[in-house]
């Protein structure tokens, strides 16, 4: 790997082809571990990407530093690194590695004159107990990895029966939820905000629901990870807007007045191109007055493509849509980016209020 001197992914994939030829062998046993960081990203946004290549460098050095001989460490592209832990005899040295390492990684480090904190989590698979090719190893650790970063990030998951079902049942909620659309089975609730002063709705959140013909209600937090990492949110989000505002206009022929009533938009909806201009165009021949809608991001969305994501904002403003920042506190919790923005309201998370 021309940046870190690690191998990269194509060397690295013919040491696991290798390793698996001598365990089928040999029967002796190894771990392949992935390794992933926690908030590189946010290093890349704020800092730059000389200080993303500075921190992936520094990385790999404490990798190399403190693996055992017997690892052959890989860089596989971005801040995704592999190691090969060709005499995982036991168990427990597995675990004690992956415990060293999270420890080790998550040390600071100072980058470019800066302090700079990330974490790691790790996905283990371990040959021959999860038996398959190279590259279904591969997979598996991925999957564990996953596991991972579901658990909360800074810790590692080991891959076993119950992951791989898991797995298969990941798969088959993405294809129900692609049906679902069809099927009439999402629907909206509107969570009120309140004045604390007055106690009365001053606003409400425009929230997806999901109710599975089988499973029942599906909790947002299992499908819209899932919808995220295939990119359905883009379908997803374009159908909560348009039911947000055919609610507001059922509510203005009801002769209510309506309070203003936010929907949650990912960096990714703000990559389609004329977002604002469609959402415009929707609220103008439904006669909704575009104060009445208020568009949500997390901070991490707003830091995802600035150039991109500040000229979508600046159409939002002029059509008289207001921007909101939800989970403030979970991510780089820069006040100075907010600047940056035309941003209107900001939702604090409770964890930066504690």
């Known amino acids: 790997d021309a ?24 029967g002796k046993v190894f771990a392949l571990m992935l390794l992933d960081l926690d908030r590189f990203k946010n290093v890349n946004d704020t800092l730059g990407h000389e200080a993303g290549d500075q921190l992936l460098i520094q990385v790999a050095t404490r990798l190399k530093d403190m693996a055992p001989e017997c690892c052959q460490i890989g860089r596989l592209g971005g801040d995704e690194f592999a190691i090969l832990f060709r005499e995982a005899d036991r168990i427990s040295d597995i675990h004690e590695l992956a415990d060293a390492l999270i420890s080790e990684i998550s040390a600071p480090y100072e980058v470019i004159g800066n302090t700079v904190n990330v974490g790691c989590s790790i996905g283990i698979a371990i040959y ?4 398959g090719l190279p590259d279904e190893l591969m997979r598996f650790a991925d999957m564990a990895l996953y596991k991972a970063k ?27 939820m692609r049906l679902a659309l069809e099927r009439g089975e999402f629907r909206l609730v509107f969570h009120p905000r309140m004045c604390a002063k007055t106690r009365k709705i001053i606003a409400a959140e425009a929230l997806i629901r999901w109710a599975h013909p089988e499973r029942g209600n599906v909790p947002p937090d299992e499908f819209i990870p899932i919808a995220e990492e295939t990119g359905f949110i883009t379908v997803l989000s374009r159908w909560v ?114």
């Open 3 to 26: 940046l870190t001197g690690l191998y990269n992914r194509l060397t690295f994939a013919d040491l696991l082809a290798g390793a698996v030829r001598e365990t089928d062998e040999t």
């Open 128 to 131: 021959p107990w999860s038996e």
């Open 150 to 176: 579901e658990q909360g990030r800074g810790c590692y998951s080991i891959v076993d029966e119950k992951l791989t079902d898991e797995a298969h049942e990941r798969a088959k909620l993405q294809q129900d």
């Open 241 to 354: 807007v348009q039911t947000a505002v055919f609610q507001l206009r059922s509510w203005i022929g009801l002769g209510a007045e309506p309070v203003p009533v936010s929907v949650n938009l990912s960096a990714a909806d703000l990559m389609l191109q004329d977002q604002a201009q469609e959402i415009g165009t929707l609220l103008s021949e439904l006669g909704v007055p575009p104060h009445l809608l208020q568009i949500e991001m997390t901070e991490t969305g707003l830091l995802s493509d600035r150039e991109r994501v500040q000229e979508q904002l600046n159409e939002f403003a002029a059509l008289g849509v207001e921007l909101l920042i939800d989970d403030f506190g979970t991510g780089y919790s820069s006040l100075a980016y907010l600047h940056q923005f035309n941003v209107h309201k900001l939702k604090i998370d409770k964890s930066f209020v504690q």
